[in-house]
């Protein structure tokens, strides 16, 4: 999402333990900003010190990907202003790294054997079928904020495409919307029979147990909110 992308392409198998890919058509990254990505205590989403107290992105490459990395056997191949970049990051081994021209830009990210190496994780792991429903209220938190992008997915052998839309088409594919109310700073959408609300500052899906039996209260139903505050006033952390 924050390469800009217009069309994702997920597929998990066995809710993530046999696989997670997961490709897009965005901006790609460089060669010197993919090897930061996987390194640790690194990021290539920000540019000066001031980026910290307006933070835009949805997060910091090399955090996650370095733990991603250390979780399983990992590739990734990413394409940028014609140059493409594949690593192959096996357990206990050095990366593999090749280049070769493209002409099309993104980046794609397979990530297999989840935990194989470190089996001690499992036991902190749900039923397939509970981490699966896990799965999908969290992607579903993603198609409701970005209804501009194209998300296919595949979990296991269950196909499903939402195309590029409105807002107001995208969270009519998942709910009945009774009312709506919009000002400067909000939108909300009143919905019929759901069995949560759903909060969204900057378009960052955030749990808020307080604020959302407030008004659910005050509106008699559940609802999906989305606040629109200036970058300097979000701490992210909280």
Not at 75 to 89: D, E, M, P, R, V
Not at 205 to 213: E, S, T
């Amino acid at each position: 999402i924050d390469a800009l992308s217009t069309e994702i392409t997920l597929h998990i198998e066995q809710s993530g333990l046999s696989k997670i890919s997961v490709e897009d058509n965005g901006i790609g990254m460089s060669q010197e900003d993919v090897l930061i990505a996987f390194s640790q205590h690194t990021t290539s989403k920000i540019t000066h010190i001031f980026d910290l107290f307006q933070i835009k992105s949805f997060g910091f490459r090399g955090e996650a990907l370095f733990s991603i990395k250390n979780a399983g056997n990992l590739f990734c191949q990413t394409a940028h202003k014609g140059i493409q970049t594949s690593l192959n990051f096996i357990q206990y081994q050095e990366p593999f790294i090749q280049q070769e021209s493209t002409t099309k830009n993104g980046t794609k990210i397979v990530l297999t054997d989840l935990f194989k190496y470190n089996p001690v994780r499992l036991k902190f792991l749900h039923s397939i079928q509970k981490e699966r429903k896990k799965i999908q209220h969290i992607l579903l938190t993603f198609f409701l904020s970005h209804p501009e992008i194209h998300f296919k997915v595949q979990l296991d052998e269950q196909f499903s495409f939402y195309p590029g839309t409105s807002l107001k088409e995208r969270i009519e594919n998942f709910f009945v919307v009774e009312d709506f109310i919009e000002d400067s700073i909000q939108k909300i959408f009143i919905l019929k029979n759901s069995k949560q609300s759903y909060i969204y500052v900057n378009n960052r899906y955030i749990i808020h147990y307080r604020l959302a039996k407030f008004l659910e209260e005050k509106l008699g139903k559940k609802f999906i909110l989305f606040l629109t505050i200036k970058g300097e006033e979000l701490d992210i952390n909280v």
